[in-house]
């Protein structure tokens, strides 16, 4: 009964939301007062066309203002669709003026009359297919060719309820994009992520996996290893979707185990109506009658980052742990909290990966 109504919540919502307002840690951290300096870094976010992956792109340039910001999304089809976007999220962090009058915001320009004068943020857009390992090498080996660094990696990127089916290199849709693309991202940049954090005086590089409480909803076992080549057709939805967050969770505990030198934190956003929600709708009947009341128990996308923002920046992340909501530890299932099943979804991975 208890995991039916799991569902029903995760088939009508996404998730289980902080509460309106936040937790504990969400009511204390304002973005304008508590990310820090982040001049000369380097911040990579996936999914960062989408709403809360665009969202901390701007509000890390907006208060941090990081040298540069790579916005990894799906191929957009030409540059003038990927200068759109970059447009789009500089302007969101600076304001349409500041845009229009320094159109230069979109690389290395002195700020105007905002904040503090800082250096803003350079934006650059990554062609990143998730879904095709092809793609995320390629991804990386152009990062590895830009970058000398990487402070913070963002793996943010993320599909719910899709139908049945499989990634093109066969793994099943939900587990092949949201985590299995992720992993192979952050083990090819892990290498950048440990030598900006040798390098630095005080070490502060980072990893945000964003998962989800729906990782709570995974099928029996947390992951079923033996189905992840095919569609999973068997699986109920939620069932694909929370196998793929459970891995997300189990990836952050073993890159933070294994890499001391990073930090590596899960998170759950919270419940927010964003592109995702939009896509639910349009797959669900439930979710469809239910909409009119969504707002009631949805919070807007700021809040939501809040969950990224704190643990791309705050002092207080420990590494490897799993955060609901935000600065909240351990409110992971028994299943993401299973050693063994963590350990055997690494070397799964591994060997998957062929690394
Ligand atoms: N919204 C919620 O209530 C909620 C709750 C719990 C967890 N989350 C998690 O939060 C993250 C962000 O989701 P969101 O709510 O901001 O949804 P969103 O607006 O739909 O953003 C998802 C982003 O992922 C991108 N994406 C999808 N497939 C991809 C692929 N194959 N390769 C690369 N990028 C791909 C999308 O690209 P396009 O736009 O170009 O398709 C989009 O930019 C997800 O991991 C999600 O599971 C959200």
Redesign the pocket.
């Known amino acids: 009964m208890a995991q039916l109504m799991e569902m029903l919540r995760v088939t009508l919502f996404?998730?289980r939301n902080d509460a309106p307002g936040g937790g504990k840690g969400a009511a204390s951290f304002d973005p304008s007062r508590d990310i820090p300096c982040l001049a000369g870094k380097v911040v990579l976010v996936?999914?960062a066309?989408?709403?809360?992956?665009r969202t901390t792109a701007v509000q890390l340039a907006r208060y941090g203002r990081p040298a540069r910001i790579y916005v990894a999304?799906?191929p957009r089809g030409s540059s003038d669709e990927e200068e759109l976007l970059l447009r789009r999220i500089a302007r969101e962090a600076y304001g349409t003026d500041g845009a229009k009058a320094a159109p230069e915001s979109l690389g290395q320009a002195a700020g105007g009359d905002d904040k503090d004068n800082a250096t803003r943020t350079e934006f650059r857009f990554l062609g990143?297919?998730?879904?095709s390992l092809k793609s995320v090498r390629a991804c990386a080996a152009q990062f590895i060719a830009r970058e000398e660094r990487l402070d913070v990696l963002i793996l943010?990127?993320?599909?719910?309820r899709v139908a049945p089916g499989t990634t093109s290199d066969g793994y099943e849709a939900h587990f092949g994009?949201?985590y299995l693309?992720h992993a192979l991202l952050a083990r090819l940049l892990v290498p950048t992520l440990v030598r900006t954090a040798e390098q630095q005086q005080q070490p502060d590089a980072r990893v945000v996996v964003?998962s989800?409480e729906?990782h709570s909803v995974a099928p029996k076992g947390g992951i079923q290893f033996d189905a992840l080549k095919g569609p999973c057709a068997e699986m109920s939805y939620g069932q694909r979707y929370g196998q793929s967050k459970v891995a997300l969770i189990g990836l952050a505990k073993q890159l933070g185990r294994r890499h001391p030198q990073l930090k590596v934190a899960a998170v759950?956003?919270?419940?927010?109506l964003?592109?995702?929600?939009a896509s639910l709708r349009k797959e669900s009947l439930l979710v469809r009658i239910t909409a009119p009341i969504a707002p009631l128990v949805c919070v807007p996308v700021e809040t939501g980052v809040r969950n990224h923002l704190w643990a791309a920046t705050s002092p207080d992340v420990v590494s490897g742990k799993y955060y609901e909501p935000v600065g909240i530890p351990d409110k992971e299932s028994e299943m993401a909290k299973d050693d063994g099943l963590i350990e055997k979804l690494w070397d799964w991975t591994e060997k998957e990966l062929s690394l």
Do not use: F, K, Q
């Open positions: 996404g998730s996936t999914g066309a989408g709403d809360l992956g999304d799906l990143l297919d998730l879904g943010n990127a993320g599909i719910i994009i949201n693309g964003v989800s729906g759950h956003p919270g419940r927010i964003t592109g995702m929600a």
